[in-house]
């Protein structure tokens, strides 16, 4: 695509495959209080910080909890997940960014998890692919709200119709189309049916980067 010069990355599900990570360690936490969620339930908050996450289970349950104990759940969360965390890379993924860099495409990264996970992540011969990245902690207002994405392209000084955004989840593809740019997805973690307000729906990554890549 001959006007796009800048791509900017979700993580969880378009870089590492770390849902099944998030999905046992949300059950396991949020079992210490009697409440259950779906495999689906997560997915569908995929994206969003762990207290926004958090919120929204509390809001769809019967079950009234203190602050505190949410503090809690959330912590007890990431103790679970940095205790499991295995990097797995997405299929394709690794070449796919190489090949970008080698082109002089501006990368960024936009998650709404830690840094700290970000840099284990980027431990496996990433570090210097991306120019800007935007963590969880970073923002005030994490995916769907277009705030992370807004502070990516503001720190890389782009131009909104020059990037596009590769996701894999509904909240992530709002906060694209929030913040005015072009999305494309991945069905890594859902199918198109819940994908239908990018751009364009890809299957893997591969096919993201035949599209981008062999059309420029
Ligand atoms: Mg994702």
Redesign the pocket.
Known sequence: MKNINTVIF?????IVDGMPYHIKSWKEALSTIDMSVSDLDIYLM??MTGRETMEIFVKKSNISISDETADKIIKLKRKIFNDIFTVTLIKGIKDFLLELKDRKYNLALVTGTRLEVVKKVLQVGLENIFEVIVTGEMVNKGKPNPEPYLKAVDELKATKGDCVVI???PA?ITSAKGAGLMCFAVQT?LSDEYLQDADRIFKDIDGVSKYLLNSS
């Open positions: 979700d993580m969880d599900g378009v995929e994206g996701e894999n989840a992530g973690s």
